[in-house]
């Protein structure tokens, strides 16, 4: 079992960044891959980012490509999601994933473990 905690969201202006942390715990979290999944109001989850336990290979969505760098540090056993350039349509609540292996899915079912969540509000 992995148990997944994401904080370092909040509200911030359009053109600004923020950092997410996804911290992990149970079983080594450094032979899991790690995704970034996003969900607004009324619309269905989506991925953002993918991470694979090495740390070399990532895979983005085409909306965030450029904008946002996930990393890990898997001394720590954490996850980045580092976030610039944000827009009001980057508002959402950012979910932190883990499946084991080292393919960058980008499909949410694939994920077995799910963190609780944090919001990320940009405004215009």
């Known amino acids: 079992q992995v148990q997944l905690v994401e904080s370092g969201g909040g509200l911030v202006q359009a053109g600004r960044s923020l950092r997410l942390s996804c911290a992990a715990s149970g079983r080594t979290f450094s032979s899991y891959a790690s995704g970034w999944f996003r969900q607004a109001p009324g619309k269905e989850r989506e991925f953002v980012a993918a991470?694979?336990?090495?740390?070399?290979?990532?895979k983005y969505a085409g909306s965030v490509k450029g904008r946002f760098i996930i990393s890990r540090d898997n001394a720590k056993n954490t996850v980045y999601l580092q976030m610039n350039s944000l827009k009001p349509e980057d508002t959402a609540v950012y979910y932190c994933?883990?499946?084991?292996?080292?393919?960058?899915?980008?499909?949410?079912?694939?994920?077995?473990?799910w963190g609780q969540g944090t919001q990320v509000t940009v405004s215009s």
């Open positions: 991470i694979n336990w090495i740390g070399g290979s990532t």
């Open positions: 994933s883990a499946v084991v292996g080292s393919y960058l899915h980008t499909q949410g079912g694939r994920y077995d473990y």
